[in-house]
Structures are given as structure tokens and as C-alpha cells.
């Protein structure tokens, strides 16, 4: 928990509590409290021009004022829909706009979006429990996603709610291949580690024949654990010893938790460890986060990378780790390519200057709902957007 202290009064007492926030957001500096009798166009202005809403009322109707406060975050208002009707006259402006202006103004919307949403809040007390009418009992999820406190904090009701998403996620697991019996395969995911819901790149792990280094020296490197996900694919690809790394402890522990669970310990070993662990391995795979961006919170170092930096890292260190003839997968999208994020010609010369040669490239089209949504501002990318498996080997010169 973070030691910073949000102040509101109430009932003409000054009153404090612990302030929490995963996404890094400052302490509100005005807080108001409200209950049922708050209507939402009041609610809807008040998180608009920058005041916080300390939630006291039923826990269910704090529930619905922020599906409320969503519906008036996305229906166009009047000004706008008179915009629209305008379109033609600045058909021109609009197209002069490159893709890398669209993703910007993309997550300044989200942003935004996230900002004014992130402003219902919600008391919990010191054993995660919620003191309002009709609250659930949370406490279990809130340990799982925050660890013991010792005091009151106070947290948005939407980052709350997805605290309870992610033990839903993290209880019932997600399915992620079946087994020699046709048996589904499930990791379970935690709080604050990257769900694999895109499934196109497992598919692309699970398929790929194996480098036949591996039948002399059967070890492979994961780079980037998260969930286990890859690590167990290749397990259950029959691969002797695999050692797999991150930097993130809420990662090491889920990764740990579901090799348990499928009781593949004897071959999966967790190292804490930026990048790569020591020696050399016959199969390196890595899937680094896709976009090379500024994340705005820990919770998005799994989608955003600043500069390619992890990427980069990883082709740069692949030469020293990755046995002679053995062969490094990287898994990853164009989708950076086509927001003008970073070029093809950018990865192939970092691929060069890190002494590596492709030996293929396999391709899989995305299947995930946004690329059919054509009201999505990144559609135009998402909608041609290619997940590879590259393959990489040691130049020998």
C-alpha cells in the first residue's frame, strides 16, 4: 500500500485513510461525500471538473452510478453529433492526421476516459471488508490483488471492481490448450499479470516445429514468464528443462502457482532476473509487449514498452545465451508497424546488429473482437494487424 493519505470531512469531523491506487493516480485533493440521493448528470460533473466522490450509500447503486457515469462518458453529446454533421468541411483536416497522431489522441481518450471514472471512490477497512449496504465480501480478492494492510484505504470503486474480475479470472482459470486427452490446459491468472487472451500467439507456440537443437541439449529459456503460459506449452511439448524469468514478483508467483497446479516443477525452474538467466539454452522464446510506448501504470509494462527497450534487449542478448545451432522465437505483432510506431526496416536492423539471421517468419491473423470493430478509433490497424513467430539463429560467419 502506499503511505499517502486521502482527507475528506464528514459529518463536520476531518477524516483520513490510507490512499491506493494501482494505476498511479495522485491523491484526490477535493473529496466530497455522497449517498443513493446523489443523481448522476451531479455525479458526472462533480468527476469532471476534478472532485472526488467518497461513495457512502448502498454498495449496488455505487454499482450502477458508474455504469451511468460510462453511458455519459460514451454517448456523443449534442455538440458533438452537430460536429459530426460537419464532417465534410473537415474531411481534409482529419486526413492529414498520421497514425501515430490517432494513437496518441487513442490513449489521451483513455486516458481521460480512465481519469473521470477513476473518480467514485470506496472505504475499505483494514481486513478488505466494505462498510456499506448490499457490499459484497470482497476481502479474499483484495488480499490476493494487495497483500495484508494495517490500515482503512480508500480506493476507486472501478479499480475495486477489477480486483474482483481478476480473482474471478485467477479462480475459474482460462483455458489455453487440451491436453494428450483432449483435456483443456488452464493457467490462472493474477491481479496485475497479463491475462493470454490473445490466443493466436499460443496457437503459434503450440504448432512451430522444435529446433532439432533441442534433441541433443533439451533446455529452453522463457523470457518474460507472466502467467507460465509459454513455458507450460513447451513442457507439455516434451521439453526437458526450461528456466523462465521476470522481473515482476506478481509475475514469478503466478508462474509459479500454475506450473504447480499442472505439476511440472520437475521441469520448469523460476528465476527472478531481468532479461536472461546464466548459460545457454537450445530455445529461447520471448513475447515483450507489442507497443513501443510510455506505460501510465505498472499494470500496462505487459502491453507497453518505452523505445522497444525490452525488445532490443532481448535480440542484443539472444547471441550470448542461445546454443550454436538452437533458435530464438520472438513473438510479436505489426501492430506498432501500422500506428507508425516502429518500422519493419527498424526490427530487421536490430535483428542484424544483434549477430542474428531469420530463418522464418510464421504468420497468424488476430482474432480478437476489437479487430472487427470498426467504431474502435485503431481499427484501421487492428484490422490488418499480423502476430508473428520469428525465428531467429546466430549468424555464422
Not at 454499482?63 to 465534410?88: F, T
Not at 494487495?146 to 476507486?156: E, F, I, L, P, W
Not at 522481473?247 to 532479461?275: T, Y
Request: proline share 4%; charged share 25%; with cysteine.
Amino acid at each position: 500500500m502506499q503511505d499517502v493519505s486521502i482527507f475528506w470531512e464528514e459529518g463536520g469531523q476531518a477524516c483520513s485513510a490510507v490512499w491506493h491506487s494501482e494505476n498511479g493516480i495522485a491523491v484526490h485533493k477535493k473529496v466530497v461525500t455522497a449517498d443513493d440521493t446523489l443523481t448522476a448528470d451531479d455525479a458526472y460533473h462533480l468527476a469532471c471538473e476534478g472532485t472526488a466522490i467518497l461513495w457512502k450509500g448502498d454498495f449496488q447503486n455505487a454499482r450502477q452510478l458508474l455504469q451511468a457515469l460510462v453511458r455519459r462518458i460514451d454517448k456523443p453529446s449534442k455538440k458533438s453529433k452537430r460536429a459530426g454533421k460537419r464532417v465534410d468541411k473537415s474531411a481534409d483536416t482529419a486526413s492529414k492526421k498520421t497514425a501515430k497522431d490517432i494513437f496518441n489522441q487513442h490513449r489521451l481518450i483513455q486516458s481521460q476516459r480512465a481519469r473521470i471514472l477513476g473518480m467514485l471512490l470506496i472505504q475499505c477497512n483494514q481486513d478488505h471488508t466494505i462498510s456499506l449496504r448490499r457490499a459484497p465480501d470482497i476481502s479474499l480478492a483484495c488480499a490476493e490483488a494487495y497483500g495484508a494492510v494495517s490500515h482503512s484505504y480508500v480506493v476507486s470503486l472501478r479499480e475495486l471492481l477489477g480486483v474482483v474480475s481478476a480473482h474471478e479470472w485467477r479462480k475459474n482459470g482460462l483455458p489455453i490448450l487440451a491436453d494428450e486427452n483432449g483435456e483443456p490446459v488452464f493457467v490462472h491468472p493474477h491481479y496485475g499479470v497479463f491475462s493470454p487472451v490473445r490466443g493466436e500467439y499460443i496457437e503459434l507456440i503450440c504448432n512451430t516445429p522444435l529446433p532439432k537443437a533441442l534433441e541433443a541439449e533439451s533446455t529452453a529459456f522463457d523470457i518474460g514468464v507472466g502467467t507460465g503460459v509459454l513455458s507450460i506449452i513447451l513442457a507439455m511439448r516434451d521439453v526437458q528443462k526450461i528456466i523462465a524469468t521476470d522481473q515482476d514478483d506478481r509475475a514469478l508467483a503466478c508462474a509459479k502457482e500454475n506450473i504447480a497446479l499442472l505439476n511440472l516443477g520437475s521441469q520448469i525452474e523460476i528465476v527472478k532476473a531481468n532479461l536472461f538467466p546464466s548459460g545457454k539454452a537450445s530455445l529461447i522464446v520471448c513475447n515483450p509487449p507489442w507497443v513501443p510506448a510510455r506505460p501510465s501504470s505498472t499494470l500496462e509494462h505487459a502491453v507497453y514498452d518505452p523505445d522497444s527497450q525490452m525488445l532490443k534487449g532481448f535480440l542484443a542478448g539472444v547471441k550470448d545465451h542461445l546454443s550454436p545451432e538452437g533458435e530464438a522465437w520472438l513473438i510479436l505483432s505489426d501492430l506498432a508497424e501500422h500506428l507508425e510506431l516502429r518500422t519493419r526496416q527498424e526490427l530487421l536492423s536490430w535483428i542484424e546488429s544483434a549477430g542474428l539471421v531469420v530463418l522464418g517468419c510464421i504468420d497468424t491473423k488476430p482474432k480478437h473482437p476489437k479487430v472487427f470493430d470498426d467504431s474502435d478509433l485503431l481499427h484501421f490497424a487492428r484490422a490488418v494487424e499480423v502476430t508473428s513467430l520469428w525465428r531467429l539463429q546466430i549468424h555464422h560467419k
